[in-house]
């Protein structure tokens, strides 16, 4: 994607310096790992010297009053490219809640404030707060995806990590994005089981969900604002086809309009430098 770099860790704080100093206060992380890595237990994403959790444990050095949010979900670490664990080809949502709570919980150990769960598992957000609590991480916030589609619109982000599935699809535990109803009631689960924020993704494509969200629940609203929807403005501006700054703008402000709190873009950095203008 236009603009959109992998960082090695050293570099990557450089890379957040120059974000704090536009007054951007949060940032989410994503790994990018070697197939050597990968296993079907994910086993690398507890590993506490591993590339991930000592990048956190640097960040949060560096610079202590950033928010910093992590990715919850197996797919980055798996050998099987999916986001639970795989047995004769089929998803064991049990197995999965008990990687993930352990992913969690080494996260928060490494300094995360708000955690990720990405993956759709059933009853995730209860696994992983009551895993939290049990290690006294109680202040440590969980961003439920609790909308996440079965969507076109991530393609750029799976090619960058090389984390598409090995076999198959997401569909199987992703939302089918002509159910409008679902959101709701995923947002009652997540909500029940103690999810701190909301998430609804992908955000441009599904305004109607955030919009739904928001009056049905108190909760914060985050939405993201996916590598699909970012690569098809950057392309149109780059063949001269829409004004990119403007549609930027016009994309993040009509996200906001649907009900968002947050916005997770990947225009973050382009954005504050705009309005710090």
Known sequence: MPGIFRYTSDLLMDEIESCVQLGIKSIVLFPSLSENKKDKLA?????????????????????????????VAMDPYSSDGHDGYVENGEIINDITLEILARMAIAQAKAGADILGPS??????????REALDKEGFSNVSIMSYTAKYASAFYGPFRDALDSAPKFGDKKTYQMNPANRREALLEAQLDSSEGADIMMVKPALA????????????????????????????????????????????????????????????????????????
């Open 43 to 71: 086993s690398e994403s507890w590993n506490e010297h591993g590339l991930y959790l000592t990048t956190l444990q640097k960040i949060k050095k560096n610079f202590p009053d950033l928010f910093l949010m992590t990715d």
């Open 206 to 277: 599904y305004l109607d969900i955030i919009s739904d969200l928001r009056q049905n629940f108190t909760l914060p609203i985050a939405a993201y604002n996916v590598s699909g929807e970012y690569a098809m403005i950057k392309a149109a501006a780059a063949n001269g086809w829409i004004d990119g700054e403007k549609a930027m703008m016009e994309t993040l402000i009509s996200i906001k309009r649907a009900g968002a709190d947050i916005i997770l873009t990947y225009f973050a950095k382009e954005a504050a430098a705009l309005l710090k203008a």
């Open 119 to 128: 993956d759709m598992m059933d009853g995730r957000v209860a696994y992983i």
